[in-house]
């Protein structure tokens, strides 16, 4: 036993007690302030789910679905967290070595200026919210620049409403973090040991919270999306998280759209010349104007796999028997190169660009016209299905605005399903899905994303193609995807509603194939795109549409063999209409790819370098079509 005199340590487990002292000093103030930024943006959320609680009456949400918002916001809410305490966890590491005093005050100065501009876009987006239905987004920094139309915008009362709202936020909460959260860091004889494990463990901890995990898709705003009504969505949201992600994809644009070639009106005439047509002449492919309808997504399918598009034979078989029963589209092209473009192509019509992907912002995206909401209010019921992550590119927030009555995604199918590293093979979401589809009231519109032709091209299947060489694991994944289909057609034309359904099986995006093809060059971009089923008439089955197009043409496509208008798709055009127009776009990393029946060209900026892979002498009124068109499709993006 020591004597209390003595100045002997008193250990436990091998390690001196002052150690757990200083550990829990620092720990105690790192985790406390972690909290503080947990409650306090529940705090804000909560008072702007007040502010609007009568819109939450009149759209008749449920209690329960309302107070969801503040589970589904958690891992957001805490990746945000670890961003903003990275500063703290500085300061903390220094005061751990080293007795500075006044570091306890810049901590404090520190999180009370993210305390005053957190609540600055709390009740900036409590005003925007009734006009824009979006939340707070990069053009927020433009308006700056003129503050007096803030407050000419807003009626007198809400502003000042909302200047009240701001004082108080901002004044409750710095007075409860400084009183309650905030703990000095007491002066006292520094220990080397437990300041280093703080110092080495802790950064590990901030970079997973980052992330929002340790799974390879780092979180984004689909993290939050659950419900059906929007405003949830936009209360779920951590708003600094998501001005962030706005202004990053944003950043390079600020000043003007950089793809500017030429007058603005000028640009205009061009595109509005491209579009024009004579006498609409559309021919009519279906038995019925309702049927139902399936679009099938195929990962990463270059129509270099398709023997009809000029692939080598063995690749898709199954792919060649479908197209005797269906309309094969043979001079389609993907508009970008990511799925999350290819996402807002097909269901939105709305073209790609460079830099950045309109699904990444939800201020953004909810401007696009929407084919399920279209067919929604049309008496289809809908569903989505994805054995993979849905927040890669925030393709999951996108999917729910969009209205699905059902998406489902890895987490949801049943737990026994063999999956790969991405997700669930094939073969199991397609029969999953036919089997919904006899449960779904008619006419129905459902809609399935493919999972296996992405690397690392872990499909349970025999790799049978022995040649391909760089591209031998992709073929031989494309293989075992041709083998699923064939398989889920097989059984979908047993069920009763098959002869009144309309297949669509195209792709995402294209892929590096065994050609190796350059990346500017058309056939690179180059997708299939079948329409098939037994809702398509007998004399148009095995046939070929020659009509030059993209991905984004379906939505035009499609609606008017419903003879349901699209007016609102602009960018669309209807690619069985024997009138309108022969041309295909597709965008580059910095760039425009612009294909005409009788010549194309692709165009990258930075460089200001052209590719020519058809004939130098290219018309410049052919340039001149590609650049207006990528710049009005970039001035769109920028202006919703």
Known sequence: MTNKNTNLTIFRFGLPLHFFKTMKKIILSFSSQVLFWLLFFNFTRLLFILYYIKIIHIENIPFFETMEVFWYSLKLDFATTCYIIFIPFLILIIQGFWNIKWLDRVNQIYTGIIIFFYSLLTVAEMGIYAEWKTKLAYKVIKYLYHPSEIYNSAETGT?????????????????????????????????????????????????????????????????????????????????????????FENLPNFARNPYVFMDEKKAKRIVERIYSSSNDS???????????????????????????????????????????????????????????????????????????????????????????????????????????????????????????????????????????????????????????????????????????????????????????????????????????????????EKQSWYSQTLFIIVADHSHNSYRNWHVESKEYHRIPLLFIGGAIKKEFLGTVCHKLGDQYDIAATLLAQLNIPHTGFKWSKNLLDINSPEFAYYSTEDGVGWIRPNAYFTYEKKPNYYYWWTDPKTPDSILNEGKAYLQMVFSEYLND
């Open 282 to 492: 559309t021919i009519n492919i279906l038995t019925t104007n309702r049927p139902n309808i399936v679009i099938l997504i195929l990962e990463s399918w270059s129509a270099d796999l398709i023997a009809d598009l000029g692939g080598k034979p063995g690749i898709t078989p199954e792919f060649t028997k479908l197209e005797k029963n269906g309309i094969l589209f043979d001079q389609i092209y993907a508009s970008g190169s990511r799925s999350e473009q290819g996402m807002a192509s097909i269901f939105g019509g709305f073209p790609a660009h460079p830099i950045s992907s309109i699904t990444v912002q939800p201020d953004k995206f909810v401007k696009l016209p929407s084919l399920p909401k279209m067919l929604k209010s049309n008496g289809y019921s809908s569903s989505f299905y994805f054995g993979g992550q849905l927040i890669y590119g925030n393709i999951k927030s996108y999917i729910i605005y969009n209205g699905f009555d059902k998406i489902m995604e890895v987490y949801d199918f049943p737990k026994n399903f063999p999956r790969g590293k991405l997700g669930i093979h094939d073969e199991f979401t397609l029969g999953y899905m036919l089997k919904d589809l006899n449960d779904m009231k008619q006419p129905f519109f459902s809609s399935l994303f493919t999972v296996s032709t992405h690397s690392p091209w872990d499909q349970p299947f025999p790799k049978l193609i022995k040649w391909g060489e760089n591209e031998r694991e992709y073929i031989n994944a494309a293989y075992y995807t041709d083998h699923c289909l064939g398989k889920f057609f097989k059984n979908a």
């Open 159 to 247: 502003f000042f409403l909302l200047i009240f709202l701001f004082v108080v936020i901002f004044s409750v909460g710095l007075f409860i973090y400084l009183e309650v959260f905030f703990i000095q860091i007491e002066t006292r004889k520094r220990k080397f040991l437990p300041n280093l494990i703080f110092t080495t463990l802790t950064p590990v901890f901030l970079f997973i919270g980052m992330r929002g995990g340790v799974q390879q898709i780092p979180i984004n705003q689909s993290e939050s999306y659950y419900s059906d009504h929007n405003i949830l969505n936009i209360a779920a949201v951590n708003n600094a998280f998501n001005l962030y992600i706005s202004v």
